[in-house]
């Protein structure tokens, strides 16, 4: 009965939603949407409380991009750490490619509703969607564990204050940035290579309408200046996580600024290794006449910290995060109470514990 519910609501949501992307506006209130929210209800009643056991759990996991080197890192410890330590079921487990496309995503989600997956983990491509992906799975009777990208606050408060079984897992964006400020404000000279009084930087932004972009800008510079250091933004613009980007902007930085650039700032670390590649073409020295810091802790990005060619970067646990999605999931499946939001902290990564964090990574 469960199954047939949720291939029926799956239609009536899928529907529903790709409407309202069309139209720009929420779900109307006819009487198809009546029907699939009741039956919806009736499907999540049913499931409540019941229990799923871990070895027969299917499981829908959809990542906005597996080209992110981060994310290829997180969704194989994901599915490891699922199936090697808490016993779930490999055949079980589906794992797709969002192709940071939107609509591509909600496709795969609906198949994993008519499918009768038992939990998602997802890691939506537009954090924005998460209110419409949460009634889908809702109305199927299906917990999410959203992972790596934040839906807005609002949205999470109403998974409180509606007894909704979907969560998030992640890192504060906020700490990545702050650490990478502190990381320029602990070199000798605070990031003040030529003396002038102020550190001239160029910052190349991951997504600028993704929060942990957002919060990596902002709070890299206060972190800076809460030092008491003055900051002058060159450039900024967007690289969209990835290093051929990275490494075009930097380009384009330095031949424009040249030795007026004295840090760069990278969202990400894929960002920051194309940016080392123009840095070095350019004829500059990371450490010397330039400092250059990144987000991820990707195993390239901390052997140039232990080389002397990165800064600095700041360990995004993907470990941690990974693990933490997964025992949230069992908890869903066990009928646990799960909080709305759960987060892992960030490390920073210096030449002090750069083999260290190397060793835990490799």
Do not use: H
């Not at 989600?109 to 997956?117: D, E, K, L, R, Y």
């Not at 299906?142 to 992972?147: E, F, N, Q």
């Not at 002038?196 to 993704?210: A, C, F, H, L």
């Amino acid at each position: 009965m469960k199954m047939k519910l949720r291939r029926v609501l799956a239609v009536l949501m899928c529907m529903t939603f790709v409407l309202a992307m069309a139209a720009g506006c929420s779900s109307g209130s006819d009487s198809a949407d009546s029907d699939a929210k009741e039956a919806g209800d009736s499907a999540a009643d049913a499931a409540d409380g019941a229990g799923v056991d871990i070895k027969d759990a299917k499981v829908g996991i959809s990542i906005y991009q597996f080209s992110d080197n981060f994310m290829t890192l997180y969704r194989t410890e994901l599915v490891r750490y699922m199936v090697d330590e808490l016993g779930f079921t490999e055949s079980n487990i589906t794992v797709q490619d969002g192709k940071n496309d939107q609509a591509e995503q909600t496709n795969q989600i609906n198949n994993f509703i008519t499918s009768g997956v038992d939990i998602m983990i997802l890691n939506l491509v537009q954090s924005s969607s998460a209110p419409q992906v949460t009634d889908m799975c809702k109305e199927a009777g299906i917990p999410v564990v959203y992972i790596n990208r934040q839906p807005d606050e609002s949205e999470s408060d109403r998974w409180t204050s509606e007894g909704i079984k979907a969560t998030y897992i992640g890192a504060d964006a906020r700490q990545s940035g702050t650490y990478q400020g502190e990381e320029i404000a602990e070199t000798e000279n605070k990031g003040d290579i030529n003396g002038d009084g102020k550190v001239s930087y160029i910052m190349v932004q991951g997504d600028p309408e993704n929060i942990d972009a957002q919060y990596r800008t902002e709070f890299s510079i206060k972190a800076l200046e809460d030092a008491g250091m003055e900051t002058e933004e060159l450039l900024l613009q967007r690289g969209d996580w990835d290093q051929a980007k990275g490494q075009q902007i930097t380009q384009d930085a330095l031949t424009q600024f040249g030795d007026d650039v004295e840090v760069v700032f990278c969202n990400n670390d894929a960002m920051a290794l194309g940016a080392l590649q123009a840095i070095q073409a350019a004829g500059r020295t990371v450490g010397k006449d330039i400092y250059l810091v990144g987000v991820d802790a990707l195993t390239d990005a901390v052997q140039n910290i232990v080389d002397g060619k990165f800064t600095g970067t700041v360990f995004n646990d993907y470990f941690g995060q990974a693990q933490g999605a997964a025992d949230l999931a069992v908890k869903f499946l066990n009928g646990e109470e799960v909080g709305a939001i759960n987060m892992v902290d960030y490390i920073k990564v210096t030449p002090e514990n750069a083999e260290e964090i190397l060793e835990k990574i490799k």
